[in-house]
């Protein structure tokens, strides 16, 4: 294993402070300048010197309760606390005194009395600070006789103890062990502070304080925790211990990664005992998640050792076949001979590749290296295609990039969050938490969602306005909002007339001034008051720093990219970008998602967003693989299986995608898939894609290899290996055998190697090396000449294009529409707990919060179909049908009904249409016209699909 | 007889609006939620927190830390026995007893005929007449077995 830097990890007990105005005092007689506003713990333990303490620690603000990290300062009454109290110019503090080591130890007596002294057998033995503090004290002895306590089951006299509690084993990856609990109260406030959750209190008072989750009858499950762990890793004690650490012990080593679930890309250190990992913690020094984590990077990692994780590659002749497990090498013989036959029979262009979002920048490259190289056609295509390539076309064509403009950092500056079409609450939900921080704080919030979605309200914030509009009208209502702030005279004219072009800035003012535009107008058909659109314009205009957050709620439309274009207007409107606390951020939903557009994965792209039919860029390429490139774009996935329903496409390489069951009318894919001659699939588990494979490779989990992710700031994180590939290879090592066998005669023998080529070839990566990520932790992109330490923030003093580029964003409704048959609009989202389609988080003890999808939809639409509350439903649109079961509920409108698409058995893909966006074929999964009716089961597509993906999941017994 | 659920919701709701605007506004809510039903309905707490927007735990952890609110309704009467240290040293413990075998209860507990509510208190502020009590919010100084008699036939 490599050596890399690591940050100082110590608990510096109070967080940093932000000022600029620095103070020097002496502690035990070294002098120490800090900023002004540290507290006397944090300025000692900069010097190295720790001020004993229990319930200070450096995620949270100074509470002052444990009364442990006492000081005596010159010329000052008393023993203040040294974590509430803040540094002044020329104290002399002292840490260490007869006194303070007395007061010290006495409180620690009083502690320790009412603590059990089981530490030989407690989970948190050597991991516990309660512990580690007893010691620092130099506590002996304990004077006080413990007769009421807490921690003994029953009293002297054999009674049962009514103080002490049972155990909360409820929630599955963690137990809250009461009678461990010494009231530091940090668990509450990292709930609050940290997740901003605020799902634990203290109940009672005094003698009487405990540690609670929810209201009085609540366990931690049915409490509004959210299960982020914030607690767990706060707690000092073994009261709160992952489940993880009580049955395996605790961890001897620590490895930073990167987690591989969602686009924020939370750096974890996973700790591990041999080569078992015993827990995933958030690292502090991660620049994307500061120390927090959720659910599911923190906890929902057994998939990668999940019994249906397929560890040999096999193969089969038909897909009606068992599947036979055979040799890596046979493996590779099979496909390659197959791909090979298949393009000498129907051409260069009749097989392609999906390159994944969730592997690695390394493996993307390949990916699309291997169709373009050793396939020689251009026929590659990524999971972007269905979520944001939208967005790659809107920004790339205003702004010149096809990113995201700020880091996360920003949203601790930002006055006005501007939330579309996303729900980071539940997709985002790292994220969700810095900004409702900063919602705490002050800052105001405007969602545009059809839905009432749990960013609408919280502890402690409440949406200024929520645009409530009918899905499909985002281009009617982003319109709108430019129409008042143009109308109302609003908008920013120097940043208008110095960034971006005036004449067409004319031309779409002329465009947005019409009065069709005006709230008013287009009332009847977005369904929002027109007031509160306008009382939303003149917010984001005129509330300070405004930042757009937009996820698929905003690009899954047939105008998904006039939306990204009229968001990306409304910032260059208002001058909200190209400096902290503003700018247009795409919420993106796979770890890699960005890194894979990055890496050329779109078919008329090379690596860097530049086009293939460009000869200058063709030419580095050439050079470095020494082929020729296609210079036609090739075909996108929709037109895969388009052109192998036709017959003209018979082989694909998909990896680490299951398109079957993310991509839209399932009846379409599937067909498509039936009708190829070699499907190669590549992925941990015998995904639902897999059902129509021929050849399966078994793929690695994260922790098992090398490599970088790319998250939605643009921010390259290491991803490390912890432990060696359980199936035998890194995914990059099968690509390069496949590509070998195919005749490519690749030698890359480490990760690194591919980032050296995609530096030489692609100058928004040159300045990256796998050493200046190790330096510094992370680098965003751009990382050149001209931006060596990368870029942080975009289009600070002039966009990427030159001028910034307004646009007319003319509102075209949908092709999808209600009518008598087919009257409810359908939208689709995700939900906390379960990741895409699941088939990560549906392997792990994640399926307690959701083990089925469901259907929310509005009383009034239930009461007139007669269906209560939990009823099996059938789902019903122009494409498909599926059955569920319904929750009735208000938080959407009469009109609209809402599912999750996390499990494969409701396929809630059966239903939605192929409409997809005009610039990019994005699926428009977020509106579909749809009747529901009472059922009483599963649907006949539902069984026939079942009864064939049991089929096809056969894998014969070994001879 | 159990409170019907969506009586206390909308008597809740009338609360809530009464309160609209006021700064700080949960404890002056639990009270007069406790005015309005003599308890605070547990059903009542997720309306508040929702309507405040607090956590439910929030809600919970604020109700909890004062005794004075209730989850369940009192006896007709309620009885306090100060508890704190001047009355303890001028024989409280021994009214404390003295009380619970009259009444034929523990601490907290109500009498069967749901008369009398037993309950400690922790200073009145009445040192000088120790020991002191409290009777449906009025003091009663220099208690002894007779006056406790007294207050017990008094209660019925």
């Avoid at chain 2, 909308?10 to 003599?38: C, K, T, Y």
């Amino acid at each position: 294993m490599k050596d890399f830097i690591i940050p100082d990890d110590r608990d510096f007990g109070t967080p940093a402070s932000k000022s600029k105005t620095m103070v020097t005092l002496s502690i035990d007689g070294f002098e120490v300048t800090v900023p002004e506003g540290t507290s006397i713990m944090r300025a000692a333990a900069e010097i190295g010197i720790s001020v004993p303490k229990l319930c200070a620690t450096d995620s949270i603000d100074a509470f002052g309760s444990c009364r442990l990290c006492l000081v005596e300062i010159e010329g000052r009454n008393g023993t203040p606390a040294s974590c509430t109290t803040p540094v002044a110019a020329g104290i002399k503090v002292h840490t260490q005194t007869g006194k303070l080591k007395q007061l010290r130890r006495g409180v620690m007596e009083l502690y320790i009395s009412d603590h059990p002294l089981d530490c030989l057998t407690c989970a948190a033995n050597g991991d516990c600070e309660l512990q580690d503090m007893a010691g620092a004290v130099g506590l002996r002895d304990v004077r006080y006789d413990a007769v009421d306590t807490h921690f003994r089951t029953k009293n002297t006299s054999g009674e049962a103890n009514p103080q002490w509690l049972p155990k909360d084993d409820s929630n599955p990856y963690f137990s809250y062990d009461p009678s461990k609990c010494i009231v530091c109260n940090r668990c509450v406030r990292a709930c609050e502070e940290v997740q901003g959750t605020f799902a634990l209190t203290i109940s009672g008072r005094g003698w009487d304080s405990r540690v609670h989750a929810g209201l009085k009858d609540d366990t931690f499950l049915s409490s509004d925790c959210v299960s982020c762990g914030a607690c767990v890793q706060a707690c000092p004690t073994a009261t709160l211990t992952e489940k993880s650490v009580i049955d395996i012990g605790t961890p001897d080593r620590s490895i930073i990664t990167t987690c591989a679930y969602c686009g924020v890309g939370c750096s974890f250190k996973a700790e591990m005992r041999g080569d078992e990992l015993v827990r995933m913690v958030p690292y502090k020094h991660g620049k994307a998640n500061r120390g927090h984590s959720c659910v599911k990077g923190r906890f929902a990692y057994g998939y990668a050792t999940h019994q249906d994780r397929i560890l040999n590659p096999m193969i089969r002749d038909t897909i009606n076949d068992p599947w036979r497990e055979v040799s890596w090498a046979e493996a590779m013989e099979f496909a390659a001979t197959r791909m090979k036959a298949i393009q000498e029979k129907y051409g260069r262009q009749s097989v392609g590749v999906i390159t994944s979002s969730r592997c690695t920048n390394e493996e993307t490259y390949l990916v699309q290296k291997l169709t373009r190289a050793v396939f020689r056609n251009n026929n590659t295509d990524t999971c972007a295609r269905v979520c944001h390539s939208p967005t790659g076309y809107g920004l790339g064509q205003t702004y010149g990039t096809s990113a995201g403009t700020q880091d996360f950092d920003s949203v601790e500056e930002c006055d006005v969050a501007l939330v579309i079409g996303a729900n980071p609450a539940s997709a985002h939900p790292v994220f969700a938490s810095r900004l409702k921080k900063r919602l705490r704080q002050g800052a105001k919030l405007i969602l545009v969602d059809p839905r009432r979605t749990e960013m609408a309200e919280g502890a402690h914030y409440r949406a200024a306005h929520h645009l409530a509009l009918k899905p499909g009208t985002n281009v009617a209502i982003v319109t709108a909002l430019a129409h008042v702030i143009v109308t109302e005279k609003l908008y920013n004219e120097e940043f208008i007339r110095t960034r971006c072009d005036w004449d067409e800035f004319q031309d779409y003012m002329e465009f947005v001034a019409d009065p069709k535009h005006s709230p008013e107008a287009v009332e009847m058909l977005t369904g929002v008051p027109a007031a509160e659109v306008r009382g939303a314009a003149r917010l984001y205009a005129t509330g300070g720093n405004a930042a757009i957050y937009y996820g698929l709620g905003v690009t899954e439309h047939s105008q998904g990219s006039t939306t990204v274009i009229g968001i990306a207007n409304l910032a260059m409107l208002t001058g909200n970008i190209g400096r902290r606390g503003v700018g247009v951020n795409p919420l993106r939903g796979q770890n890699n998602v960005q890194g894979s557009c990055d890496m050329g994965s779109f078919p008329h792209e090379l690596p860097g967003y530049r086009h293939v039919k460009l000869p200058e860029v063709r030419a580095i390429f050439e050079k470095a693989w020494g082929v020729e490139i296609d210079p036609e774009p090739g075909l996108r996935i929709p037109n895969m299986l388009d052109a192998a329903v036709d017959g003209s496409f018979k082989g694909l390489y998909c990896q680490g995608e299951d398109i079957l069951q993310s991509d839209p009318d399932t009846k379409h894919v599937a067909a498509g898939l039936a009708a190829m001659e070699c499907v190669i699939v590549h992925d941990l588990f015998l995904n639902e894609t897999a059902n129509y494979a021929h050849v399966f490779f078994p793929g690695s989990s994260f922790l098992e290899k090398d490599g970088t992710f790319t998250n939605a700031e643009r921010r390259i994180n290491m991803v490390r290996k912890v432990m060696a590939p359980k199936q035998g290879y890194a995914d990059w090592e099968v690509t390069q055998m496949f590509a070998n066998a195919m005749g490519a005669g690749w030698t890359y023998t480490h990760p690194s190697q591919i980032m050296e080529e995609i530096a030489m070839t692609t100058p928004s990566f040159a300045g990256v090396t796998y050493d200046k990520i190790e330096e510094m932790g992370s680098v965003q992109w751009p990382c050149n000449e001209k931006a060596p330490e990368g870029t942080p923030l975009m289009h600070v003093d002039g966009f990427v294009r030159g001028k910034g580029k307004f646009i007319r964003t003319e509102y075209v409704a949908t092709d999808e529409k209600t009518g008598p048959r087919f009257p409810l609009l359908l939208t689709t989202g995700r939900i906390l707990s379960q990741y895409n389609v699941g088939a990560q988080t549906r392997r792990t003890h994640n399926t307690v919060w959701h083990d089925q999808d469901i259907l929310e939809i509005h009383p009034h639409d239930a009461e007139t179909r007669g269906i209560r509350d939990g009823d099996w439903v059938r789902l019903a649109s122009r494409s498909g049908e599926t059955t569920l079961k319904a929750e009735i509920t208000d938080r959407v409108s009469p009109g609209v009904v809402y599912t999750t698409f996390h499990h494969p058995e409701t396929q809630a893909n059966v239903v939605t249409t192929d409409f997809s966006d005009w610039a990019t074929n994005c699926p428009e999964y977020k509106v579909t016209a749809v009747q529901i009716m009472p059922s009483n089961g599963p649907s006949e597509w539902q069984e026939e699909y079942q009864a064939q993906a049991t089929l096809a999941r056969r894998i014969a017994a070994a001879e | 007889m159990p409170l019907d659920e969506s009586a206390v919701l909308s008597r809740v709701n009338e609360i809530l609006a009464e309160h609209n605007g006021m700064e700080g506004p949960l404890l002056p809510i639990l009270h007069a939620i406790q005015e309005s039903f003599g308890h605070v309905p547990q059903a009542a707490l997720p309306v508040i927190a929702q309507h405040l927007t607090l956590s439910r735990a929030e809600v919970h952890g604020v109700m909890s830390f004062y005794h004075d609110f209730r989850e369940q309704p009192a006896g007709r009467h309620v009885l306090k026995l100060c508890r704190a240290e001047a009355c303890q040293s001028m024989g409280a413990d021994r009214m404390a007893e003295h009380a619970q075998r009259r009444f034929g209860i523990e601490w907290h507990e109500t009498t069967k005929d749901g008369a009398v509510t037993l309950e400690p208190v922790f200073c009145l502020g009445l040192c000088a007449c120790a020991p002191a009590a409290m009777v449906d919010g009025r003091l009663v100084g220099r208690l002894d077995e007779a006056r406790l008699d007294a207050l017990a036939e008094e209660l019925r």
